[in-house]
């Protein structure tokens, strides 16, 4: 006996099939992060400000809330800083980073990079930026490069977010550190 396939198995099979392949492309969560987050938040901006004033603007792809913790994770972060009078006075780039709000501690983690208005670059796996001493410190590698090519490099270092003020242990190369900005 031959069998026929009428419209209407035919229909059915299809749509059977087609569900199938729809259940199997539902999107999952990978990261560990992202499933024990309370709240994940996309395309953060966050004004960080000690008295009244904003000394810098922080922004990420990707924030991760825990229930009980001050601590903020972050994903593709940038943070721009000001002076006391509103000017930007440099720039932090990084993959990672970490904001404590009680203590308005920001630690920044996997190719931190600050750049300073005038074109200084520093360049290091990780820093701590603390809020109220407007000071950035770091206990790794580091090359600073000068807007006219000059290099220096160390182990080790605090400055504030423009680069103006410099203080290393461990370092050599030469530096050609511009005035304090108000």
């Known amino acids: 006996m031959k069998r026929s396939w009428s419209p209407c198995r035919v229909a059915l099979l299809c749509v059977v099939i087609g569900c199938a392949e729809e259940e199997s492309a539902v999107p999952t969560m990978t990261s560990p992060m992202a499933n024990a987050a309370n709240q994940i938040m996309s395309g953060v901006n966050f004004s960080l400000v000690t008295a009244g004033v904003r000394q810098a603007t922080l922004l990420a792809d990707t924030a991760f809330f825990f229930q009980r913790s001050d601590s903020i994770e ?37 190719d931190v990079v600050i750049t300073s208005e005038d074109g200084r670059r520093l360049t290091t796996p990780q820093i701590a930026y603390d809020q109220h001493t407007n000071r950035i410190t770091s206990d ?10 000059d290099v220096a490099r160390g182990v080790g270092f605090e400055t504030d977010p423009n680069l103006t ?18």
């Open 140 to 149: 790794s590698a580091w090359v600073m490069t000068q807007s006219n090519g």
């Open 74 to 110: 972050l994903r593709a972060v940038k943070t721009e800083f000001f002076s006391r009078i509103g000017a930007k006075t440099g720039t932090l780039t990084a993959r990672e980073g970490t904001y404590r709000s009680k203590r308005q501690q920001m630690e920044a983690r996997g």
């Open 165 to 182: 003020f410099f203080d290393c242990s461990n370092c050599g190369g030469v530096f050609r550190v511009p005035p304090p900005q108000p």
